[in-house]
């Protein structure tokens, strides 16, 4: 098996997460397609119709980027648990399920009005979204794009709920007059997008960390099935502000014609379409680069200091082998210390002696008479001298 089979990012994230992520992700979609095309289908005159277009259009793109790349997921996860696919194959069936939720989601736009040119870009602006996510879901990173697609759902409802208490909010940052109420928007945007940022560095950090901790409790589990590298937390973190780019990009190219046609509404809808496109981009980058921040730093603060931490196995390895040469090493020196000997006689080394002295059978004085072996088997010779 090879590194990149055996790469912890590669590894399929659980089906029930992946469920949950798609019916959120989907659920969300539904909702702003069902409220764009109540919003279009209210207006009275065709130029409200258009603005209405223009402000529905980059939510629904974004949405439907979210819920391409869930899907995809999905039907990659269930697709896998039976046949093994390879990277054409995966890239294919994600790409091909993304354009499934595409259309899908094009029809409720389209329908609006059949013969209208303007729903007709837009539904083929969000299918091109949703076909986009489903080709990003096709990388071998299935826990990271499912991490910063769960942590995108959360910005969004971050989104929803700041937007209801709106008023509240900007009244907080000092609204009042014209000059006040632009101030405080522009500080409104700027801490939706800040806590927004923050949101999806914690939440994709958390999906990742739980999927580590459940690789590590499995009893199949091995060294290369756990722990990402810090840098897939920090682009599972900077995922919600890159799809929030890509979507921008979106409306702006292949949904030009809808924002040009809401800027020949007036001059101000042109200024006003030129400064909300502007701050969709802004926030979209900080969201980018507070959710990489905040996943490095949640990264970095379960990190221990080498101080503290066990040794690797490595460094096991190699203070055992170095505990064993230190021991054979005294053990040559003392097999090799001198022993003291009489004067002029050889030295000898301690097991030598040692081994003589084992050898020498032990003497014994009898009456002083002299010495004889104790033990020893007498011969005729010591008996005569013990009888004399």
């Given amino acids: 098996m090879t590194d990149r089979q055996t790469a912890p990012e590669t590894i399929e994230e659980s ?43 980059p939510g629904a793109v974004s949405a439907d980027l979210v819920a391409g790349a869930a899907v995809a997921l999905l039907v990659l996860t269930l697709v896998s648990g039976r046949w093994t696919l390879g990277a054409t194959a995966r890239f294919a069936v994600a790409t091909g399920s993304g354009l499934l939720v595409g259309v899908v989601s094009a029809i409720p ?15 083929g602006t969000v299918a091109a979204a949703a076909t986009i996510g489903g080709a990003l879901a096709g990388l071998r990173l299935p826990r990271v794009i ?7 759902v959360g910005v969004f ?37 800040a806590l927004s940022g923050l949101a999806a560095g914690l939440i994709s950090y958390a999906l990742l960390r739980r999927a580590r901790q459940r690789d590590a409790s499995s009893p199949a589990a ?21 799809l929030l780019v890509i979507g921008e990009l979106l409306s702006r190219t292949a949904g030009a014609k809808v924002l040009e046609l809401a800027g020949k509404v007036s001059e101000l809808e042109r ?24 996943a490095i730093f949640a990264v970095g603060r379960t990190l ?69 072996v104790k033990g020893a088997a007498e011969t005729p010779r010591d008996k005569s001298e013990a009888g004399a």
Wanted: aromatic share 6%.
């Fill in 271 to 294: 200024t006003v379409q030129e400064l909300l496109s502007t701050a969709r981009l802004n926030n979209a980058l900080i969201v980018l680069f507070a959710g990489a921040l905040t």
């Fill in 304 to 372: 221990g200091s080498p101080a503290d931490e066990a040794d690797s196995p490595a460094e096991e390895a190699a203070a055992t082998t170095d505990t064993g040469t230190r021991a054979r090493a005294d053990r040559a020196s003392w097999d090799s210390a001198e022993v003291e000997t009489p004067d002029g006689a050889e030295p000898e080394s301690r097991d030598s002696a040692q081994a003589e002295d084992s050898a020498q059978p032990e003497t014994q004085d009898v009456g002083g008479a002299g010495t004889r």
């Fill in 15 to 57: 089906r029930l997460t992946v469920a949950l992520l798609a019916v959120a992700a989907v659920g969300w979609t539904a909702a702003m397609l069902w409220s764009a095309r109540a919003s279009i289908t209210s207006r009275a005159d065709a130029a409200m119709e258009v603005t209405s277009t223009a402000y529905a259009l």
């Fill in 146 to 152: 499912a991490a910063a697609a769960a942590a995108s």
């Fill in 109 to 123: 736009i389209i329908t609006i009005n059949t013969l209208g040119t303007i729903y007709a870009a837009v539904g």
């Fill in 222 to 242: 091995d060294d290369t099935a756990t722990g990402l590298r810090w840098p897939m937390y920090a682009l599972a973190g900077a995922g919600p502000g890159m």
């Fill in 157 to 193: 409802l971050i989104g929803f709920v700041l937007n209801l208490f709106q008023e509240p909010v900007l009244n907080a940052f000092g609204a009042g007059d014209t000059a006040s109420s632009a101030n405080a928007a522009q500080w409104f945007s700027y801490s939706q997008a």
